[in-house]
């Protein structure tokens, strides 16, 4: 099985983006953390990155039929932006059935008031928040016990 992983506008930009809050790696290198912790539990990576409001809901809508087609695991969702602001992505979330983790490198409750605020959390099955970059294979890691069945 597959872990789908999807991010969102700027992410493009990490390692030279307000280093002081998202750290010094880059996509890549999000990217190249990711197929490890996917290696390590027997799982593949499928790993995205857009700009695009509507090219997330298009992969959002792939991986729930991924999902009930047996072909994903589930999905770590870094949103972005568009987390304090898509109910697009929120509807594509509970429309198409998604098992998502919700996932942000900082932790945005201790930052600026508009960012307390998310569209996604209550269509997602977990929420990651707060460990850097490392978040992400704690994410992965959360989506292979939901594959086992040892994670609700
Ligand atoms: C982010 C937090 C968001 O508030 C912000 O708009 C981002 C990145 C994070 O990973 O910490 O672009 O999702």
Redesign the pocket.
Known sequence: QTVLVLN????NLLGTREPG??GAQTLDGVRQLCEAACRQHGLALDFRQSNHEGQLVDWLQEAGAGEAGGKFAGTVL????Y??TSVALRDAIKGAGVSVVE??????HA?EEF?HHSYLSAVARGVM?GFGTAGYALAIAAVAGWATGEQK
């Open positions: 969102g506008p700027n992410l809050i998202y870094n949103a972005a932006a987390t304090h996932l942000h490198i900082s932790n945005v930052r960012r928040f």
